[in-house]
Every structure is written in C-alpha cells, then in structure tokens.
C-alpha cells in the first residue's frame, strides 16, 4: 500500500516518526509530507525507508524572526505549499492520505479538500480539548473542515465521542492508542549532557516536562510543590524543563519567588534534545503532569516507557490509560490540594513508589508495539478504500 502521511508544521513529533517508520517496517511505501525539523539534524525515531519531502514552510523557516510577522509570512507560504503539495502527491498516486494536522484551519478549509480527493482520506484528531471551547475559533472553523476527509484516527474515547459529535458515522471512527515513545533510552548520550550534570544533588526529584503551554497547570504543580512540609520539600527538587515563550517563563520565575521557592525549583527552558530526554526521566522520582485539560499526552507515553510513577490530572489519556492507586495517582484538574497529598505520600513511602513504578514498566512490557499500531492503522486503511 502507498500511503502518504501530512504533518505540515511537524507537531506531532515523535508520534508521526514511529507511525510512518513502522508502516515501512511492515512492507508499505510511506511518505512523509513535513516541513525541515529545525531543532535537531536528525529524528532518530523516523526511518530511512520513509521518503521524506520537506515541502513545507522552506523561506519562513529561515526568516530571523519571531511572533506575528513569522506567522504571517508561514500562512502566505502556506498557502503556495499546500498547492505544490496536492500537486506533487497526485504524482505521487498514494492508496490513502493520512493528515496529522491542519494547521491554518482558516485557509485549510478551502485547500484540504482539493487534496483529500486525490485519495480516500484520514485526519487523525491529537488533541480535541480545544475544539470544545466555544470561544475559540477553530472550535467554528473544525468541525467543516473535518468532515472533508472520510475519516478520523482518534486516541481517546473523548476523542471518539467529538467525532461522533460532530457527524463521523461509527464506521469511519477508528480509536487507536499510539504506542510508547521508547526510543530516547535507546540513542541517549552515554555521559548525561551538561545541563544535566549540573543539577544539585536532592534526594528526591519530582520532573515536569515539555513545552511550558498554560493548559498544562504549571502553577498549579508549583503552588502544590510549595504547599509541601518543609522536611519534604527542603529534600525535593522540582524539574521543570521545556521550551515556553518569556512571558511564561517569567511568570514562573516570579511565581516561584513569591512562593519564596525559587532555590527548590530548576527551570530549564530549552528544548530537549532526543539524546538527553532519557537523562532527564531517569534523574526524576516522580513525573509530575497537572493539566488542567488534555487529550493525547505525549509525556505519559516517554512515562510509561520510562517507568516512572506519575502523578497526574484525571482526563484524557491521564485517565484512560493509567490506573490511580496502581500507577501513580490522579487528581482532579487544578485541585492544588490533591497534588500536595500525592506528592508528600510518594515522596514520603519509598516501597510505594517502587511499587508504581514497576506497574508502570509492567504497563509497558503490556503495551502494543508500534508495528501493532501500523497494522491497526492499514485496518482502517483497508476497511475505508473498499467502501
């Protein structure tokens, strides 16, 4: 089968990486129709056998700038992109198309459609919170958008039920769980990295990790850490370590200083290359994940691969993959209390701690493999063509 996958702005990296490498691995012909990964030479995750056309977004990227001028210039080109695309796959002749994103829904709406039907097409939808909120304007713009492909991967069943919400017929919803992001332990540098090495010595370690984004309750984690007792907190340090934008950089410093906290707390605010993710994880007691709203979490699936306790907020996949009680402990979202309790009691009983994080690896050993993900996916494919 030729499938050719869509990931314009490459938000959905790792997961596009593994999905794309595994249906080669299985004997596809797979492309993968992204934009260049400006943060690191190479995805260690994403296969050779892929054929790669980095189509997407060649001038913007370049441009030595940042906020809205970038955004205009990446929508105009967007616009040229997504034309030369839909060219180039009707060349290309794929069995099915298969988007990851729609990025501009706004200029998408009147482009996608022209590409999904060169071939039966896929939309797989990551993260649905935000087409719930009424003020926001792809919650309008989506749902149109959407029901242009004919149809739709989902992870959860929140996710199922907003598909099913907004028109997709039981037959065209297909919920696939991605499979872990195990990769990082695999191509770790063999010394930690520099940033790394230079945390002080704790004896505990609670981590927060990804792109610093409001949705994801760092205030929330960082009120909850400072609530702790003394004697928990003056032996914990808290690891927050992602990209944000300066405001909310910030605004955590400042936070953290009026919690009088600051020298409990390590922000490292960079992104985080492949080699040094599993560093990070392994210097972490616990994972600490106090969303306030999510769908698909990408942390919970290096977690879970990693082995460690999480203590996170019930919803989403937080809620649908992982057991309170068994491995970690989940709190209602934006309750700083709970989050408090859960951290004195984990960081407090050691065997506990152990406890969960050896559910958490069994979880993983459990867990499919991305070639049985790549076969749930050619499933789908299969069932929709002969329709």
């Not at 009707?90 to 999904?116: E, K, Y």
């Not at 405001?247 to 955590?252: E, I, P, R, V, W």
Request: net charge neutral; hydrophobic share 40%; aromatic share 8%.
């Amino acid at each position: 089968m030729r499938i050719a996958i869509v990931d314009p702005s490459n938000m959905v990296v790792p997961y596009v990486d593994y999905l794309a490498s595994s249906l080669a691995a299985n004997g596809h012909e797979v492309s993968l129709w992204a934009s260049r990964f400006r943060h690191q030479p190479v995805r260690p995750a994403l296969s050779e056998q892929v054929e790669v056309f980095d189509y997407f977004y060649r001038l913007s990227s370049k441009l030595e700038m940042a906020g809205p001028v970038r955004r205009i210039a990446k929508t105009a080109e967007h616009v040229v992109n997504m034309r030369r695309v839909r060219k180039q796959l009707r060349n290309w002749q794929p069995d099915v198309i298969h988007f990851q994103q729609l990025p501009v829904p706004l200029i998408d709406s009147f482009l996608a459609g022209s590409i999904t039907g060169v071939a039966p097409s896929f939309i797989t939808l990551h993260n649905v919170v935000p087409l719930h909120d009424k003020k926001n304007l792809m919650s309008r713009r989506y749902p149109p958008l959407l029901r242009k492909f004919d149809s739709v991967v989902t992870h959860t069943e929140f996710g199922s039920s907003y598909a099913s919400k907004i028109g997709f017929k039981h037959e065209a919803i297909f919920p696939i769980r991605p499979g872990l992001y195990d990769h990082y332990g695999k191509t770790a540098s063999n010394e930690p990295p520099q940033d790394v090495q230079t945390f002080p010595d704790a004896a505990h370690r609670v981590l927060i990790f990804g792109n610093l984004r409001d949705y994801k309750g760092l205030n929330v984690g960082i009120e909850a850490f400072a609530r702790l007792p003394d004697d928990v907190r003056n032996s914990t340090r808290l690891v927050i370590a992602g990209r944000g934008s300066k405001g909310a950089l910030s605004a955590l410093r400042k936070l953290t200083a009026d919690l009088n906290i600051a020298d409990r707390v390590d922000l490292r605010d960079s992104y985080i290359p492949d080699d040094a993710v599993h560093h990070y994880f392994s210097l972490a007691d616990i994972v600490l994940a106090p969303h306030l709203e999510i769908d698909l979490s990408g942390i919970l699936m290096v977690a879970i691969a990693e082995g460690k306790p999480i203590i996170a907020s019930r919803v989403g996949s937080f809620a649908e993959y992982t057991t309170s009680g068994v491995h970690g402990i989940l709190t209602a979202p934006g309750n700083t209390g709970e989050i408090t309790l859960a951290l004195e009691k984990l960081l407090r009983d050691v065997k506990d701690r152990q406890q969960k994080a050896q559910a958490m690896t069994q979880l993983a050993a459990e867990w499919p493999s991305w070639s049985d993900v790549a076969c749930q996916h050619v499933s789908a494919y299969e069932s929709t063509i002969s329709t």
